[in-house]
């Protein structure tokens, strides 16, 4: 993979930060966007802005089919059986809550149990417990190992005949960790429960095949994987999304509206009340298109090679911990000892080197990893190992000026 020539396609990357190239190490938070993705969205803006689904004149069916072109680029690149199953959203925040607020409030009950683990993103935590608080349920959580691995023999004792859904992030957005989703699905649905990935920093990364994992639902975001901010997707099973409830109410997701009832339009509209975010979807649509003509094997083997080497390189770093397994997605969580992990991130960005520093949404599991923040390198098919070597000699720096302020 001809890292150089793909950075090329990026124009945020071509620019200095205080007096430095811009090293760009947090695509976890959110991807850069390559140009054929800004010039779709601007296309659609120049050429067929107009609302989708309503007009019969020439740029509402010009936006009408790219739009819906979308789902369909969407529908294969996660082999889903239909178009129906796939829903646009604002993200996966919006998609985890919409099977939070829409299957599990009418499929949840006292007694019940939700199974989650402590890596989620709070965006698969919080809707999970206001779905307890809601229904009487129960929230189970499903151990960690010391490297923040789960095991399937802590899943086959956590998720018993109480069990109505298991949610789970693919890949942990702080560890790495690649979560064993197939195997998981297939013991969920031994005892009739729902699977619910959270596939926010999978589906960018790897290839996401839906009917291979026999997940229930998969819910992931445009803006992690090369596309616009603010449009995201769900998938969900035909059946069990026919049998759902829509959570918003109002234009263009019904059938027959009278003065006392209404019904709703079929799948996958009846989920997408009022204007859609058409941009946007066709801006996925764009970012689509750039991932397969790269191609997933590609990235996959570019991210484990990028990480790989990270991690070998950090690791000569004395007074560095790092969280997470030695298998993992293309990222890197750590702390510098006596740093804060703000002011590790500060340091680096005076170098030019934006990496991202917090909690990252997880404040359950930095508990677990009995830390109050941490920072975290993330890499993406425009990373180098050179991009590496700056972030190492950034974090020497870094550890130079603490020790020197210190002493």
Not at 84 to 98: D, L, P, V, Y
Request: hydrophobic content about 40%; proline content about 4%.
């Amino acid at each position: 993979m001809d890292v150089n020539a793909i950075k090329q396609q990026f124009p945020i990357l071509n620019q200095e930060v205080n007096g430095h190239p811009l090293v760009y190490l947090d695509s976890s938070a959110t991807s850069q966007k390559p140009l054929s993705v800004i010039e779709a969205v601007e296309a659609y803006y120049k050429e067929n802005n107009s609302n989708v689904h309503r007009g019969v004149h020439t740029l509402g069916t010009r936006a009408t089919d790219q739009y819906e072109g979308s789902r369909e680029k969407v529908r294969s690149f996660i082999n889903a059986d239909s178009t129906k199953e796939i829903i646009f959203t604002r993200g996966t925040t919006t998609s985890i809550n919409i099977v939070a607020s829409s299957y599990a409030r009418m499929n949840v009950g006292p007694g019940d149990e939700i199974v989650i683990t402590q890596m989620e993103h709070h965006s698969n935590l919080i809707p999970w417990q206001q779905v307890a608080k809601a229904t009487g349920a129960s929230l189970v959580y499903l151990p960690l190992q010391e490297d923040g691995t789960i095991t399937i023999e802590d899943a086959k004792k956590t998720i018993t005949g109480q069990t109505k859904i298991v949610a789970m992030a693919h890949v942990s957005n702080v560890l790495g960790t690649i979560n064993p989703i197939k195997e998981i699905a297939a013991i969920a649905h031994q005892h009739d429960a729902i699977m619910v990935v959270d596939g926010a920093q999978g589906a960018p990364h790897m290839k996401v095949d839906v009917e291979d994992l026999d997940c229930d639902f998969y819910a992931f975001s445009g803006h992690k994987m090369c596309g616009p901010t603010g449009i995201g997707v769900l998938y969900g099973k035909q059946h069990l999304l026919e049998n759902m409830e829509p959570i918003e109410f109002g234009g263009e997701m019904i059938d027959f509206v009278n003065l006392y009832d209404s019904t709703w339009k079929e799948l996958p509209w009846k989920f997408e009340g009022g204007t859609p975010i058409i941009a946007g979807a066709i801006g996925l649509g764009a970012a689509i298109d750039f991932l397969e003509d790269i191609g997933h094997q590609e990235i996959v083997d570019h991210e484990n090679e990028l990480a790989a080497y990270a991690l070998k390189q950090m690791r000569t770093i004395d007074g560095l911990s790092i969280y997470g397994p030695e298998q993992r997605a293309g990222l890197v969580t750590f702390n510098l000892d006596d740093v804060h992990p703000h002011d590790t991130a500060t340091v680096l960005d005076a170098e030019g080197i934006a990496v991202r520093a917090g909690h990252h949404c997880a404040q359950p599991l930095m508990k677990w990893l009995n830390v109050s923040a941490t920072a975290r390198a993330s890499f993406y098919l425009y990373n180098s190992k050179e991009d590496v070597d700056r972030l190492v000699e950034g974090l020497l720096k870094t550890k130079e000026y603490f020790g020197n302020v210190f002493e």
